[in-house]
């Protein structure tokens, strides 16, 4: 099935991105006398306070960073400039302005800004924040692979199979940049036609099987299985199955010879058995990974069987040349074969109600319609429309109409396209019925479920959530179906998923680090491997006969002694770890709601026995991560102190402050920096200004920082990123850097000192909990909503902010802040943002013009 440019589904699609933008509010009178208002209350309240704290640099004359207080054209130029009040809002509550040792403004003047910033410039009415607008959103891989699972009962690869999804506002879920293109659309149309051939069941029943892998084979001492068997060496492996009806069964053996590519002449016999009877018997030579099938039938009556495997070499091991091993794929045990006592198919009850469609045309078609309604309702998220069903219904029974055809065959190719349709692969969201001309109406049930699933499990409603929306209860019992979605397993995806992305622990799998160098450096021993590095290439060049080492070929054999495998290494059992521990700690504060400052400091983290010794932490065994109390004199505890963090932050051959110091501004605290300027050179250019010894990187960096062009964002992030200095690339603790003692002492542009990441993480607390709580927040909100933060949104985050700190951080208190929240219950609704309503009737306008 195919889909070309002039087509049904390429005109829906492109309606559905050209639709959203059209409608523009109108201009209002009540809008011009609000602006007038706000510039008002700016000349006889606000102004004052800006001429006492900020005219000194942008005001009379003054105008750093193009910023000028006094230089507003008109009432409606002072109004309108909301990126600049948003940037005023942000830089007052960060303490960056005013600068360290200017008079800054009294907690009552801060006040008075605050309020006339979101309630006149932006225009928010506290009791009903603007909402925001509504970007259709289309299923981003991970969510189309999980509605996929839920909705088909198949696991469909959609990271393999899907390009890469943009990513915006540092999430890959955001409406705005999940964009498709002409590839995207083409494999969508191919992906339904897979799906739907691999899911959809076309005979109700089959012969019961199970399958026995090659590992549940195994030898008398336990030592070997069915994994790998040698042509050389005899042996058996045999797996008990236990019958409980008494019949005809099919035993499927199926293995696979595996050699190298190079031939090897090993040859061996290999006996298939079942209960000291011998099934089948052939002997396997050379072959490059192929695989062959032995078949034999059994009558068994109730009771276990041992089924057996048993290897007989032929060849003497001195011909050995290569590795050829045999292994055991699998064995299936088909049967009872008796079709009365065949089951029903997998998938068959998930599409279809009955095993067998009725014969009469009629009741055919209605039951069509039934499976179908009941199929694409769950798809689209959504009641069906009645023109919708009747062209599906069409589509099924156009197909097993034809001569040879089935009824689920045709059902089938319903369902390809119900999987292309727009419905599916973008959340359409509708009003509360009867709200229409309200500015910010709330989205019906259908779209709240949605809305709660796609945030706390990736996937689609599960059958209780529609339910409820069916019934219009979904608002009413909303925290009940919170609590039942975060103790499900799928709410994993929110744990895996944000956190993967807020803090980047997805990334610490590929991250690449130089285990060798980052210890050298450490111990002081760097120059002294480099100068190794340069004899070693110079050795590879002269036994590879080139005069230019550079040119040497690092993969001929050579003597490579002083390259052994560093005494630390970076694996992938290690990396997982990390992850682990990330994604753990943070389910943990929220399932167990407890306090979000834990994410600052802690006396716990979730450790295995690889990492907790990484760590220097002791008396941790086993493989299995779990709860570990941390000792008392230790620096870790909190995110920021874990192996993800660190290594992620870091170079591939040392720390990275900047980094470190960077991820806390944008992470932690929500106050990043502006870009670097162009052209800035690598801080291993100003080492070159130590001629007679190795900086520490503090050293460079203070040397980086005198730079007037520099300053203003290195003094913000380097005290956060050199607290951090006692944590290597690999994120394990050290005490010197080159030889010399670290020192991660500090202070905060806000004017707090600390001597080492304890007291930073305290201050961090306590001084700055409510910028983490708002950072936090305004993470969240973001993965939540699907779309970046704009100024109107300033009230919602301030609203979350304060339940969040009036209930001591509990992570519910977040959770349902966000919930409960105008942007998550609500849509802006442009048909009511006009002066007059139908008929003319007045209607409520916001206090300032709207963006599409």
């Known amino acids: 099935m195919r889909w070309h440019r002039g087509s049904a589904f390429h005109r829906v699609h492109a309606w559905l991105w050209m639709a959203g933008p059209l409608w523009l509010p109108a201009f209002s ?146 409406g705005d940049v999940l964009s498709i293109s002409p590839l995207l659309l083409e494999k969508y149309m191919q992906a339904a036609e897979t799906i739907a051939a691999a899911a959809v069941p076309t005979v109700a029943r089959v012969i019961p099987e199970k399958s026995v892998p090659g590992n549940g084979f195994r030898s008398p001492d336990g030592e070997t299985n069915g994994e790998r068997l040698t042509f050389y060496q005899e042996a058996k492996v045999s797996h008990t199955h236990q ?61 276990e069987h041992r089924m057996a495997v048993e290897l007989q070499p032929l060849t003497p091991v001195e011909k050995k040349i290569n590795s050829l091993d045999l292994r055991v794929v699998s064995v299936k045990v088909q049967g009872p074969l008796d079709r009365k006592l065949w089951v029903r198919t997998k998938n ?53 109409s034809r001569p040879g055809k089935k009824f689920e065959e045709g059902v089938a190719q319903a369902i390809v396209a119900v999987l292309a349709s727009p419905r599916f692969l973008f959340r359409v969201e509708e009003s509360e019925p009867g709200r229409r001309f309200q500015a910010y109406p709330f989205v019906d049930e259908y779209a709240l479920a949605s809305r709660l699933s796609y945030f706390l499990w990736s996937t689609m409603p599960d059958d209780e959530l529609l339910g ?72 590879l060049a002269n036994k590879q006969g080139t005069n230019n080492p550079a040119q040497a070929n690092p993969e001929k054999p050579v003597n490579r002694r002083k390259f052994s495998r560093p005494a630390v290494e970076l694996d992938g059992p290690l990396r997982r770890a990390m992850r682990q521990e990330t994604e753990m700690f943070f389910g943990h504060v929220m399932r167990d709601d407890r306090s979000a400052l834990e994410f600052l400091d802690s006396d716990y983290t979730f ?15 086993g493989t299995d991560m779990r709860r570990v109390t941390l000792p008392a004199d230790t620096q870790r505890g ?47 250019e100003a080492e070159k200004q130590f001629k007679d010894r190795e900086p520490t990187l503090r050293e460079v960096l203070e040397l980086h920082r005198g730079k007037p062009l520099c300053s203003s964002c290195h003094s913000r992030m ?74 109107y949104d300033v009230e919602t985050v301030d609203q979350i902010v304060v339940r969040l700190d009036g209930d001591n951080g509990r992570f519910s208190a977040l959770l349902m802040g966000i919930i409960e929240s105008n942007p998550f219950q609500k849509r802006r609704d442009f048909s009511a943002v006009t002066n007059t309503g139908p008929a003319g009737s007045p209607q409520k306008a916001p206090q300032a013009r709207l963006k599409p």
Not at 88 to 111: F, S, T
Not at 520 to 526: H, N, P, Q, T, V
Not at 645 to 656: E, G, K, M
């Open 29 to 174: 009178p009540q809008l011009a006398g609000a602006e007038n208002g706000a510039a008002a209350h700016f000349r006889k309240e606000i102004q004052p306070i800006l001429v006492e704290y900020c005219y000194d640099c942008h005001g009379d004359g003054m105008n750093k960073g193009k910023v000028a207080f006094d230089e507003f054209k008109s009432d409606t130029d002072l109004v309108d400039k909301r990126d600049l009040w948003l940037a005023v809002l942000k830089n007052l509550r960060a303490g960056i302005m005013p600068p360290e040792k200017k008079p800054r403004p009294a907690p009552d003047e801060m006040r008075r800004l605050e309020t006339w910033i979101k309630h006149e410039a932006f225009g928010i009415d506290p009791a009903d924040p603007d909402p925001g607008r509504v970007t259709i959103r289309r299923l981003n891989r991970t969510e189309y692979r999980n509605t996929i699972r839920d909705l088909m009962g198949f696991d469909f690869k959609a990271d393999e199979e899907f390009p890469p999804d943009d990513t915006g506002y540092g999430f890959d879920n955001i």
């Open 243 to 303: 019958v409980e009806q008494a019949g005809d069964y099919r035993l499927v053996l199926e293995l696979e010879v595996a050699g190298q590519f190079d031939f090897d002449p090993g040859r061996c016999t290999v006996v298939f058995s079942a209960d000291d009877h011998e099934l089948a018997r052939k002997e396997f030579g050379w072959q490059n990974n192929k695989r062959f099938r032995l078949e034999s039938d059994e009558h068994w009556q109730p009771g």
């Open 348 to 400: 068959h009850e998930r599409f279809f109600p009955r095993e067998e469609p009725p014969e009469a045309n009629a009741d055919l078609l209605s039951y069509t319609r039934e499976v179908l309604g009941n199929f694409a309702k769950k798809a689209f998220r959504r009641p069906l429309d009645k023109r919708t069903l009747d062209r599906l219904t069409a589509i099924a029974r156009d197909y097993y």
């Open 468 to 539: 409820l929306a069916e019934r219009g209860e979904l608002r009413k019992n909303l925290r009940a179906q919170v609590r039942r979605m975060l103790a499900d397993p799928r709410s994993q995806e929110l744990i895996g998923n944000f956190t993967g992305q807020w803090l980047q622990a997805r990334d610490v799998d590929g991250i690449d680090i130089n285990a060798r160098v980052v210890l050298a450096r450490d111990s002081g021993e760097e120059k002294e491997l480099k100068r190794e590095a340069e004899e070693f290439r110079a050795r």
């Open 607 to 621: 450790l295995n026995e690889r990492l907790a010794k990484h760590y220097g932490i002791p008396d941790v065994t």
């Open 638 to 684: 909190g995110l920021l102190t874990q192996g993800s963090v660190l290594v992620v932050t870091s170079n591939p051959t040392r720390t990275s402050p900047v980094k470190r110091g960077l991820f806390i501004l944008e992470n932690i605290l929500g106050a990043p920096t502006a870009p670097p300027p162009p052209d800035v050179p690598l801080l291993e």
């Open 718 to 791: 380097d005290p956060l990123g050199l607290a951090l200095e006692n944590f290597n690339a690999l994120g394990m603790w050290r005490d010197k850097e080159r030889g010399q003692t670290i020192d991660a002492a500090g202070k905060l542009i806000t004017g707090e000192s600390f001597h080492d990441i304890r007291e930073l993480k305290r201050t961090l607390t306590v001084e700055h909990r409510l910028d983490f709580y708002r950072c936090l927040t305004e993470k969240l909100l973001t993965y939540a909503l699907g779309r970046g933060l704009e100024y």
